[in-house]
């Protein structure tokens, strides 16, 4: 039996290495929005909040953070409504070609997102719409419907469709059955796809660097032109902060929706 | 127990999980050429046993003694033992063929060889043309028929049982069963066989092993677990029974039970180990209790009874029945007699002998047959 | 309501703002760019010629292959085990080490490479690790270099192929592996006999999805590999915003979509056929 103890033990011990693998530009960019020097040093030469104090006291970032939020809700609220409707029909609808539908849907996860990026760029300035929010919104929706699709799906699938049929013949017309039966039992679903959607929207640099007009900024692009133009802790400090949140709301997601499932 | 050495033997093996305990210190033989039977309720421990026998559960503390050599330490795939699995485990990217062939393959066996086995044994189970299919194409019983196969071709030393019948329709359930009998006379290679049906367990097995909550309640021939159970568990899980609470009145030529409430006794067989006074439980099988107008006056156990429920189920009137002082009797009656309707008054009557005492759970209870309880 | 009216919005959506604008990018590239003046009218293959026959174009797309079946390999050896452990551990940690997994992936992407420029540079930890430990005696070039990418991509990129592997560990029936074992097969026969082969179909999507999206990357890229290194998403990135030739940009997202949609297709004809045999 030993063989197999050490087994269990190196695989213990891989494992453990590769989530030290897998945390370690996190905990670097940590420590390092700490430090007292004015370049990024790891380990931090000595500490200090005054970073963190100057993200936030920044107009430009503060414009950024909001920009952001905003389209990731509007993408947000777009991909759901199209995502869950697609779903329904995908699960509880027979649709010829089904698979062939869900494969097309599925299709901005893989595909190049710079592509998506140029096209919209040529597309929006044909149609006058460069730097509009719905185009940008639209072109987030692109990107997030596939995650909603997915996760409502995944829900969908686990859901009796017997208890809309109960519904139905106790009275109950369609989309009474819909909002009173089915869309409670797949909110778990719902809320995983909508924090997919708010997620990727809100972190998305490919498509909207391309798109972003003048007086536009999100968050994600801005860090990324200012370390093009060299780095230093404040860039850390929002990072950071970015990590933080996105940290508990992981855990969050993971206590009252079981995340895990839909990933 | 038999004077040769068994084919295998536990000896005090234990297993928890946790805070549950698995297996609580069981210890059984198997004689060569055997078929055993471990019978129980789900979460018994016997799937447990199993799965410690074959190597694949290491356990806390007990051996493993196979053909008198002790395998508790010995890895899984070097104890040549066969492993039938209730999910049947067949291997879904290989064919019926190569599945089949894994084992010898492991072994070495030379392809000269290898081909002609792997044919045999599957003509042995019935499947011969079948060998390119892959387990998919096949019906529930046809996979069944290739996990035997799979773990009868390399002539294990013993072949356990892990439930194997239970994913198949009834009808399939019995002709496997016969099947599986068939097999075992034929290669006479001793078999561990799990399961929760009583009547699979009573049908197959030359000795069954009653086993609640990880440890032995009894183990004996079908019979005599039927006839004679050790424990009210093993009365309650063999078949329906009548329990009729009360005190041992008298011992002597026989043993008479004043039952509870004052009014009736019942007249048993004496049973050695029980007292004068001890509460017991008079125990009657439902088919054991015969019922119509009275064949000779001054036979034990004759009693009033008033019809309050029948069913007809084919081979058996089901009825129950009220006696005198309020207490209510489950019988089986054979379907070709005629039906008796609710309200009718009759009689019932059984055999001393067919009346199992049992002591009140509880109070231990010494050996009814010989084999005990496998301590 | 019927399937397909419920269909419409979402099919609406990718049709018109996905569909429609990558195809008008296909006009586009056949197009000339002359600098200061715009996009002149006229058909010609000029942009495609020169992309798959310059050396400097044919050098980017060999990068940028090369980075994918690197990444691919490398995600694919580090992340099996771990895979392996979060499909089969009975550890009550389970569902949160998988969370775990996930968080990196939900965690912007900038700052997870920005992370790495820490780590990668001269002065950086890894080279400070590096020369503490006495494996090099100067600083090893880690940023703007093969291998400064393959660390980042691989990185980014591990959790996917991990999470694609473990639906596909999960998949296995538990029973198979311990029939092998008792049929006489050693843990390392069972695993390569029973275990590997079904894990087939998912390391094949797994390898795919890696290697798509790693050829498709822009961000980390750019950001490891800075300005001069390019890989082909970098390309187009400058040719549309600084070089303003969108001619030869819309030529160049062209060859790397239909790259992407090749393997896409291979990897389905491929999963029918290892599905079949499955």
Known sequence: MTAARLRTWLLRAWVALVFGFLMLPVVVIALASFSRTSYLTVPPKGLTLRWFAAVLADPEYVHAIVFSVLLALGATIGSLTAGVAASFALIRRRVAGGPAVAAFLNAPLVFPGVVVGVALLQFYALLHMNGTFVGLALAHMVITVPYVVRAVTASLQGADPELEHAARVLGASGPVAFFTVTLPLIRPGVAAGALFSFIVSFDNVPVSIFLLGAGQMTLPVKIFTAIEYGVDPSIAAISTMLIVLTGLGLAVAERWLGFHRFV | MSGAAPALAVRRLRKSFGTVVAVDGVSLDAAPGEFLALLGPSGCGKSTLLRMVAGLVEPDGGEVVLAGEDITRIAVHQRNLGLVFQSYALFPHMTVFENVAFGLRRRSVPPPELGPRVERMLELVRLGPLGARHPRELSGGQQQRVALARALVTEPRVLLLDEPLSNLDALLREEMRVELKRLQERLGTTMIFVTHDQAEALILSDRVVVMEAGRVEQIGRPEEVYRRPATAFVARFLGRANFLAGTLAEIGSAAVVALDGGELSVVALPRPGLERGQPVHAVIRQEAIRLGPAAEAGRPNQFAATVVFHAFAGQAHHYVVQLGDGRELEIAAPGSAPPLARGVRTRVEWSPEDVILLPVPGTPHPALSPEGRGL | ?278
């Open chain 3, 1 to 278: 309501m019927s399937g397909w009216r419920l269909l419409v919005p979402a099919l609406l959506l990718l049709l018109v703002v996905f569909v429609a604008p990558v195809g008008m990018l296909v006009p586009t590239s056949l197009r000339s760019y002359v600098p200061l003046v715009g996009i002149t009218g006229g058909v010609t293959a000029r942009n495609y010629v020169r992309l798959l026959t310059d050396s400097y174009y044919l050098e980017i797309i060999g990068r940028t292959l090369a980075l994918g079946l690197g990444v691919t390999c490398a995600t694919l050896i580090i992340g099996y085990p771990v895979a392996f452990f979060l499909a089969r551990t009975r550890s009550r940690w389970r569902n949160w080490l998988t969370i775990l997994v996930v968080f990196p992936l939900m965690l912007n992407l900038v700052v997870r490479t920005f992370g790495w420029i820490a780590l990668l540079a001269q002065n950086g930890l890894v080279n400070q690790a590096l020369q503490a430990l006495g494996v090099v005696d100067g600083p090893v070039k880690l940023l703007f270099n093969f291998a400064g990418l393959m660390i980042g991509l691989t990185h980014i990129f591990l959790p996917f192929m991990v999470l694609v592997l473990i639906g596909a560990i999960q998949n296995i029936p538990r029973d198979v592996e311990d029939a092998a074992r008792v049929l006489g097969a050693s843990w390392g026969s069972a695993f390569l006999r029973v275990t590997l082969p079904l894990s087939a179909p998912g390391i094949l999507s797994g390898s795919i999805l890696v290697f798509v999206l790693t050829i498709s990357a822009l961000v980390t890229p750019r950001l490891l590999g800075g300005p001069t290194y390019q890989v082909m998403s970098t390309l187009i990135y400058d040719e549309f915003l600084q070089r303003l030739n969108w001619p030869a940009g819309s030529a160049q997202s062209l060859l790397l979509t239909a790259m992407v949609l090749v393997l896409i297709y291979l990897s389905g004809r491929l999963a029918r056929r290892t599905g079949a045999a499955a």
